[in-house]
Nanobody
């Protein structure tokens, strides 16, 4: 089993920045992709950013240019830095890990169905 613990959420004003962290524990071997997803009240969960074992990244269009996903060398901490935050970024942010095959398309890499393990989430609230 893989345990994922997110932190770094909070309340910020529009235009502000936050860096979310996801610590990976448990049986950490065999992970291919790591991803950040978010879910706003009344909406489905959507992919925000992903990173594969080689460091290749994918982003949803709404955060391109404002978000950066990164991982430490051991891939035990995954970060999501978000700048120029907007009220529409308000959501619960979840970290996810995939243990199945590698080599997904950008669309697949941001699909909730492609991930096997999930954290409990960290809330981000952006006020105007």
């Amino acid at each position: 089993q893989v345990q994922l613990v997110e932190s770094g959420g909070g309340s910020v004003q529009s235009g502000g920045s936050l860096t979310l962290s996801c610590v990976v524990a448990g049986d950490t071997s065999g992970r291919t992709y790591m991803g950040w997803f978010r879910q706003a009240p009344g909406k489905g969960r959507e992919g925000v950013a992903s990173i594969d074992s080689g460091g290749m990244t994918s982003y949803v269009d709404s955060v391109k240019g404002r978000a950066t996903i990164a991982q430490d060398n051991a891939r035990l901490t995954i970060y999501l830095q978000m700048n120029s935050l907007k009220p529409e970024d308000t959501a619960m942010y979840y970290c996810a890990a995939r243990r199945r095959g590698d080599h997904m398309t950008d669309v697949q890499a941001l699909d909730v169905r492609e991930y096997d393990y999930w954290g409990q989430g960290t809330q981000v609230t952006v006020s105007s």
